[in-house]
């Protein structure tokens, strides 16, 4: 009998993992709450580390599309303080994949979409709830009342994860408020603009908040806001005249990426489940990603979430008649791995938003960028 194996959950970790899957010759069905894959913008650029993205789009067989699609010049980074001095700037070796190239977030699921059977993919179904069937499997209820039914569910469906409620009750922490806008065709529109963040990412660091940019393929740039702003109610920062006198003092050619915005901004809480958050394994039912494991944002989140889909894929394949073994060796090495990753994305995420900020991050980009250094 084909064991039916269930994904909630269309985003990066949960389409790599279906396209592993099917690389294995097993079927899997992905279920994604929205009505079609360009229903809304897919947010910024990621960049892929070699050990864990790249790893598992080479696993997926995708590793050569992705470098043809991917930007090895996105890696270049910029940090200033807030009167504009640079602190640090990174370049990359031109035409190098071996560090971490950027990729826009719509490109990957783009490119992982087309790499599907056209009805893996079931859209307009955000699941609700989901029950233990009495002959085993699971019974899904989605929002608009369908039901459908599988042997193994899978929960890729991220920071508001319904299927993490069947293993955990695990309680989010508050990180910090984020705030997004766009600044579209920004080389002939605003070539200053363009030239100060370049073809990668700028941070400009200050006391508790941080304004940043970031170069998209489409030619746009994603500007955000990071703050340390728990208990004001987002709608304090949907103004540009309040942001702007967030950052009253900085440099007028950093707080410009703000004026320049086209869109309004969008502000939203950040959260992250605590460090070395585990579960006990439950037959027929596991996590991947930020269901599994929320971490601050700061570069690992969709790197980890495509890893476990890989090494998940690869237990089940290992062991197609006894799924359960394979699910629970896959959650002990993911645990193992996630701990010290989770650790250390909650130190740099509090670090970028301290008081001392500038100096500590310049510390951290010279000590990783310095091969020599032991300590």
């Given at each position: 009998m084909t064991t039916r194996i269930a994904i909630a959950g269309g985003g990066l970790g949960?389409?790599?993992?279906?396209?592993?899957?099917?690389?294995?010759?097993?079927?899997?069905?992905?279920?994604?709450?929205?009505?079609?894959?360009?229903?809304?913008?897919?947010?910024?650029?990621?960049?892929?580390?070699?050990?864990?993205?790249?790893?598992?789009?080479?696993?997926?067989?995708?590793?050569?599309?992705?470098?043809?699609?991917?930007?090895?010049?996105?890696?270049?980074?910029?940090?200033?303080?807030?009167t504009g001095r640079t602190l640090v700037h990174h370049v990359p070796r031109p035409g190098s994949f071996s560090g971490r190239p950027e990729i826009d977030r719509g490109a990957l699921r783009d490119l992982l979409l087309d790499s599907l059977p056209g009805d893996t993919v079931v859209w307009r179904h955000r699941l609700v709830a989901a029950e233990r069937r009495l002959d085993a499997g699971w019974e899904l209820t989605f929002h608009d009342g369908q039901r459908a039914g599988c042997d193994i569910l899978i929960g890729a469906d991220g920071a508001r994860s319904v299927v993490r409620s069947l293993l955990t009750d695990v309680e989010m922490s508050y990180v910090s408020t984020v705030v997004e806008l766009n600044v579209e065709d920004v080389d002939r529109r605003h070539p200053d603009l363009a030239e100060l963040v370049g073809p990668g990412n700028l941070w400009c660091v200050g006391v508790?908040?941080?304004?940043?940019?970031?170069?998209?393929?489409?030619?746009?740039?994603?500007?955000?806001?990071?703050?340390?702003?728990?208990?004001?109610?987002?709608?304090?920062?949907?103004?540009?005249?309040a942001l702007l006198d967030i950052f009253a003092g900085w440099a007028p050619r950093v707080t410009a990426l703000i004026e320049a915005a086209d869109s309004p901004p969008t502000p939203r809480l950040i959260e992250a489940m605590p460090t070395g958050t585990r579960w006990a394994s439950r037959p027929g039912v596991t996590l991947i990603g930020d269901a599994a494991h929320l971490m601050p944002p700061v570069g690992e989140g969709a790197n980890q979430a495509m890893l476990d889909a890989a090494e998940l894929a690869g237990h089940l394949a290992a062991n197609p008649t006894d799924a359960n073994t394979a699910i629970r060796a896959y959650e002990e090495s993911m645990f193992a791995r996630i701990h010290p990753?989770?650790?250390?994305?909650?130190?740099v995420q509090a670090m970028m938003l301290?008081?001392?900020?500038?100096?500590?991050?310049?510390?951290?980009?010279?000590?990783?960028?310095?091969?020599?250094?032991?300590?």
């Open positions: 949960g389409l790599t993992l279906a396209r592993i899957l099917h690389r294995h010759g097993i079927d899997a069905v992905v279920y994604d709450r929205e009505a079609n894959r360009s229903a809304r913008l897919q947010g910024g650029s990621l960049d892929l580390h070699p050990e864990s993205g790249q790893r598992a789009l080479d696993e997926a067989g995708l590793g050569g599309r992705f470098r043809s699609a991917a930007r090895p010049e996105g890696e270049e980074h910029r940090i200033l303080d807030p508790n908040q941080i304004l940043s940019a970031q170069r998209l393929g489409d030619g746009s740039l994603r500007v955000g806001i990071s703050l340390r702003a728990e208990g004001q109610p987002l709608d304090t920062y949907r103004s540009k005249p990753i989770a650790d250390m994305s909650a130190r301290s008081p001392t900020a500038a100096e500590d991050i310049v510390r951290f980009f010279t000590r990783a960028e310095d091969p020599a250094r032991e300590d």
